[in-house]
């Protein structure tokens, strides 16, 4: 059982291939509670409401979000994830390349691109942000360059009335950097991409994040409509229609 499993090792990794496998992890994994903690993809987090009990009585009204521009930060390096931002850029998004350089030596702050991001965030334009890279980097200088760019969020936190993370790497550095500790999960707006909340924070952000892998070349796009959609109805109740 995966209670006797637990008392011999401190992480138990669980393979699954199906749906139902998934399902069976989240079930199975109530008999660790409350030590349990969860890591893995929005494949299993689907399932744990229903694990855990959690009905739709336990789900409060949705409160009036937070104002400003929607900040989307690409720094996943895949594929997937340029093609993504390529497309958005395409619609009319404005865009910033910050050179990966001036990231890994924390000489962001004074960059044209820096200047470049106030003024469009002071003018309430979206604006999407991913690194300039000249070289492949390391997977240390990967996570030190995202760590820099998520100090961009702290810095326009107060401004910024929503983020799309690409990477979870890039997700969890713009999050910790401005003091983001829980995100409420209210579903999914398309396969993999996750619609959260920010929580006990001193303002109530909507924040989509992804796997820099997931989605198709259209996903950024979708995310941005989504974005847009909040904005117009600020204290609409979420639904499965709101969440495609």
């Known amino acids: 059982s995966m209670l006797a499993e637990a008392r011999r090792a401190d992480v138990l ?15 199975a994994s109530t008999v660790l509670r409350p030590a349990a903690v969860w890591a893995g993809s929005a494949g299993l987090a689907r399932h744990l409401p229903a694990a855990l009990g959690w009905g739709d ?18 720094g996943s390096m895949t594929d997937v994830a340029r093609e993504q931002a390529a497309r958005l850029e395409a619609a009319g998004v404005a865009t910033l390349r910050i050179p990966a350089a001036a990231l890994l030596t924390g000489t962001e702050a004074g960059t044209e691109e820096a ?16 690194p300039r ?3 492949p980097l390391s997977y240390e200088q990967g996570t030190a360059m995202v760590r820099a760019m998520g100090k961009f969020f702290a810095k326009y936190s107060d401004r910024v009335g929503g983020l799309v993370a690409t990477g979870g790497e890039t997700a969890r550095a713009a999050l910790d950097t401005c003091g983001v500790t829980r995100l409420r999960i209210w579903g999914e707006i398309a396969s993999g991409v996750v619609f959260s909340m920010t929580e006990g924070w001193r303002r109530t952000m909507p924040v989509l994040t992804k796997a820099g892998g997931f989605g198709n070349a259209e996903t950024l796009l979708r995310c941005g409509e989504f974005m847009r959609a909040l904005k117009r109805y600020p204290s609409m109740a979420l639904s499965s229609a709101h969440l495609g």
Do not use: K
Request: glycine share 4%.
């Open 13 to 27: 990794i669980c393979d699954a291939e199906t749906e139902p496998d998934l399902a069976a992890i989240a079930s």
């Open 57 to 74: 009585d336990a789900v409060p009204a949705v409160p009036e979000f937070a104002a400003g521009p929607t900040l989307y930060m690409v």
């Open 115 to 130: 200047r470049a991001l106030n003024q469009l965030i002071e003018s309430g334009q979206d604006v999407l942000m991913l």
């Open 133 to 135: 890279c000249d070289a």
